[in-house]
Every structure is written in C-alpha cells, then in structure tokens.
Nanobody, 118 residues
Framework: QVQLVESGGGLVQPGGSLRLSCSASGSIGSMYRMAWYRQAPGNQRDLVAAATSDGRTTYVDSVKGRFTISRDNTKNTMWLQMNSLKPEDTAVYYC????????????WGQGTQVTVSS
C-alpha cells in the first residue's frame, strides 16, 4: 500500500514558478509509472506529465518546455517543476502512481491547488 501526499501548490503570478512535490509513504521503486494530473473546475482530470522507472518522460503539449517531471526512488519522491506559469495552468494537481502489471493497483494523492493569477 502506498500513500501519496502532494505539496508545493499556491498562488503565483503569471510567468512565475512553482515546484510541486509528491511524497510517498512507501517505496515507489515498484511504481513503474508515476504522473501528475490536473483538474480545473468543470473539467475532467487530465494528464500533465508522466515518468517511468526506466527513465522515460512524457508531457502534454501545452506544458512542454515549461514543466519538468522528475522522480527519485531513493527518496520516494516525485516533483513537477513548473515555470512560465499561465492562468490556464490553474487547477488542482494530483500525483498518481501505478506498478507495471496491468493488474497493479493505482494510487492517487489528495491534490494540491495551483492558482495562477495577477
């Protein structure tokens, strides 16, 4: 069982930066895929960025070049560095983790609010 806790959200002006953290209560070494999702009011929860345990990363087009996902299995932590933030990045950001097996359990954090506004 893994529990995920996000932190680092807040209010930032357009063009600013934030670094989100996702800390796991258990080992994330077995979590093949970890990701950040976000959900704005009235919208579905969408993928922002993902990182696999073998080093592959993917990003949604709207954040490419601005956001960077990283993970450190020795620290059981994943991060999302967000630069050049835009008002449309405003959302609740969720941490996600899942093992490699198709039958592996998926875990979600409780979310952290990011608001980009002047």
């Amino acid at each position: 069982q893994v529990q995920l806790v996000e932190s680092g959200g807040g209010l930032v002006q357009p063009g600013g930066s934030l670094r989100l953290s996702c800390s796991a209560s258990g080992s994330i070494g077995s979590m093949y895929r970890m990701a950040w999702y976000r959900q704005a009011p009235g919208n579905q929860r969408d993928l922002v960025a993902a990182a696999t345990s073998d080093g592959r990363t993917t990003y949604v087009d709207s954040v490419k070049g601005r956001f960077t996902i990283s993970r450190d299995n020795t620290k059981n932590t994943m991060w999302l560095q967000m630069n050049s933030l835009k008002p449309e990045d405003t959302a609740v950001y969720y941490c996600y983790a899942k093992g490699r097996s198709i039958n592996a359990a998926a875990y979600w954090g409780q979310g952290t609010q990011v608001t980009v506004s002047s």
